[in-house]
T-cell receptor, first 115, second 112 residues
């Protein structure tokens, strides 16, 4: 069965510092991988996705993520965090099967940015 | 192209009443997904629909919950005889090709 683990419930970084949010997944084949961001009271916005090809994926707002099959990971990174990046981040894994496409979300990592 | 629209954004119901949540997908999207988010948790899949068809409802409770996506009009998630445990944020997502989902702003349901 598919599963997604985000080991860090919350992370605090200083503005301007680098950021890495961890995501590990469990899935038998090559999965579809996503990172979403959710601001308070809002819906989810897609940051980036990986389906195949280059394992380093560029997204919006300066984010990138790297798919590492050997580690079953898809960590999200940003070289310099801005105060507006404070939000909740969700990693998700998707699979396509006879019942259609199903997406499983991690529990999320809340990012706090300090001045 | 307008994004996914959900209404109402906030809904208050008393125990035993019905809650009806609406989702208008993005233009050209024929796949609709409903998710529930409890406080401090991630999104849990409820149901996946295409026009006039329920494709996968494995995440939806067997009783009191139903969903539809008619040929015309928005997708509807209906919760009958609501209980306090139904209080949550309900998100709809639409997709043109199944894989990439675009989320609406959600409906926050509060059951008193």
């Amino acid at each position: 069965a598919q599963s997604v683990t985000q080991p860090d419930i919350h992370i605090t970084v200083s503005e301007g510092a680098s950021l890495e949010l961890r995501c590990n997944y469990s899935y038998g084949a090559t999965p579809y991988l996503f990172w979403y961001v959710q601001s308070p009271g809002q819906g989810l916005q897609l940051l980036l996705k990986y389906f195949s090809g280059d394992t380093l994926v560029q997204g919006i707002k300066g984010f990138e993520a790297e798919f590492k099959r050997s580690q079953s990971s898809f960590n999200l990174r940003k070289p310099s965090v801005h105060w507006s990046d404070a939000a909740e981040y969700f990693c998700a894994v998707g699979s396509l099967n006879t019942g259609g496409f199903k997406t499983i979300f991690g529990a999320g990592t809340r990012l706090f940015v300090k001045a | 192209n307008a994004g996914v629209m959900q209404n109402p954004r906030h809904l208050v119901r008393r125990r035993g009443q019905e809650a009806r949540l609406r989702c208008s997908p993005m233009k050209g999207h024929s796949h609709v997904y409903w998710y529930r988010q409890l406080p401090e948790e991630g999104l849990k899949f409820m149901v996946y629909l295409q026009k006039e068809n329920i494709i996968d409802e494995s995440g939806m409770p067997k009783e009191r919950f139903s969903a539809e996506f008619p040929k015309e009009g928005p997708s509807i998630l209906r919760i009958q005889q609501v209980v306090r445990g139904d209080s949550a944020a309900y998100f709809c997502a639409s997709s043109p090709t199944e894989e990439t989902q675009y989320f609406g702003p959600g409906t926050r349901l509060l059951v008193l």
